[in-house]
């Protein structure tokens, strides 16, 4: 079957961090010719953000990339560039599609904040190249203390701030009206929003929406194999949820958005067609890519 994507609009995929945005972004870069694919860069600089009256950590300063810079740097490309882009991918918050000469439309994966916010400290504990690896590891940040520092917007409703569009809003200070922004603009302009816990529907329905056939995957940037995970503790629980209220709110909304898409005969029957066939792509997709990827991330880190 040859090469099927979406209408004749640029597809934005709106990754937010630790949510399988990076297994997703590879499943649609298939459908798209390179030279119409725009990955958005990680700004080079990051900038102090100042830490809520009740971090625990007062010596600590948050560092995050500026997401307004991926705006900016989007906008000092070419227009004839810009144009011809039909995939625009990466980590940036709504907006960008403002930036497009031609007609657009948004994707984004949504996840518990509980899970993505347990997922977030896991891999900045096994990442020391991550910014915050010295702060979190060196100290011995348990997760509750890792929340309670304030150090990472990312455990601070970050999926409700991607999607409002929020530039500035500072740690702890979320207003609810970024709540309802965001549902706002996915109403405007979000035919699909996945779920994390539910990936196999949130690609059946992208299929149903947008005709993508070639959806076959293995998982990337996943937990090393028998890393275990320990039962969180009830009060750890309740405070990432109270910390991430807002984003609690749009995840349940997600998941009720997904539930009337996969409600109908046809999609379950799509559903365990996409699993079976998967199965059998899992063993190809993990030699042809996932250890080779393996291979190379392990003699990066040999050569430090």
Do not use: W
């Amino acid at each position: 079957m040859g090469r099927q994507r979406p209408p004749d609009r640029t597809l934005i995929f709106l990754h937010i961090g630790k949510t399988a945005g990076t297994t997703l972004g590879r499943i649609l870069r298939r459908h798209y010719p390179r030279n119409q694919v725009y990955s958005i860069p990680v700004p080079p600089h990051a900038r102090e953000v100042e830490l809520g009256d009740d971090s625990r950590c007062p010596g600590l300063r948050q560092l995050h990339p500026p997401r307004e810079m991926t705006l900016i740097t989007f906008a000092d490309v070419p227009e004839d560039l810009r144009r011809r882009y039909r995939l625009v991918l990466g980590h940036t918050v709504f907006g960008i599609h403002e930036l497009l000469p031609q007609p657009s439309f948004y994707v984004t994966m949504l996840r518990n904040p509980v899970s993505l916010v347990e997922s977030l400290h896991r891999y900045i504990l096994r990442t020391p190249s991550h910014f915050h690896y010295s702060a979190v590891a060196g100290r011995g940040m348990s997760l509750a203390e890792f929340v309670e520092s304030g150090i990472s917007i990312e455990t601070d409703n970050s999926q409700v701030r991607a999607l409002s569009g929020d530039l500035h809003a500072p740690v702890g200070g979320c207003p609810p009206e970024l709540f309802d922004r965001a549902v706002a603009n996915i109403e405007r302009r979000f035919p699909v929003v996945g779920v994390t816990e539910r990936f196999d529907e949130s690609l059946i329905a992208l299929r149903e929406n947008f005709g993508l056939v070639h959806l076959q995957y293995v998982r990337a940037k996943t937990a090393p194999r028998g890393q275990r995970r320990e039962r969180l503790d009830a009060g750890v629980v309740r405070l990432i949820e109270q910390r991430n209220a807002l984003d609690l709110q749009l995840y349940r909304r997600a998941v009720s958005r997904l539930d009337a898409l996969a409600a109908s005969p046809r999609h379950q029957a799509e559903l365990t067609c996409f699993r079976r066939a998967n199965a059998v792509y899992r063993p190809i997709g993990t030699v042809s890519y996932t250890l080779p990827k393996a291979i190379i991330g392990r003699l990066q880190l040999a050569r430090r």
